[in-house]
């Protein structure tokens, strides 16, 4: 699905192709970003809407690389299951079956 969508994010108008989501769903990550700046604005005082919007841009990047390395952490961690379970069964039926 390809979808261009106008946004309205501090205060600035955009239009964004993107691929793969609903206007809903760009709406909807519009508002995560809309409200983690208002966020960071009350919690650092700084109203500067570019800075603002550029540490919010590293916050979603800090989140983004973390979710990255534990989704690979998972896959190594399966992948070790998978090879102990299959040398486990391989082990049985070499049992069962001499």
Known sequence: MHSE???KIAGRNITMSVDGLSDIEIQS???LVEKRMGD???KTGQPDTGK???MVAMELAIELYN???KCESDKAADARMVDEMTTALESA???KLF
């Open 29 to 31: 990550i519009a508002n």
């Open 67 to 69: 979710l990255q390395r």
């Open 40 to 42: 960071l604005e009350k």
């Open 93 to 95: 039926l070499d049992k």
């Open 52 to 54: 603002l919007i550029t």
């Open 5 to 7: 969508v106008r946004l």
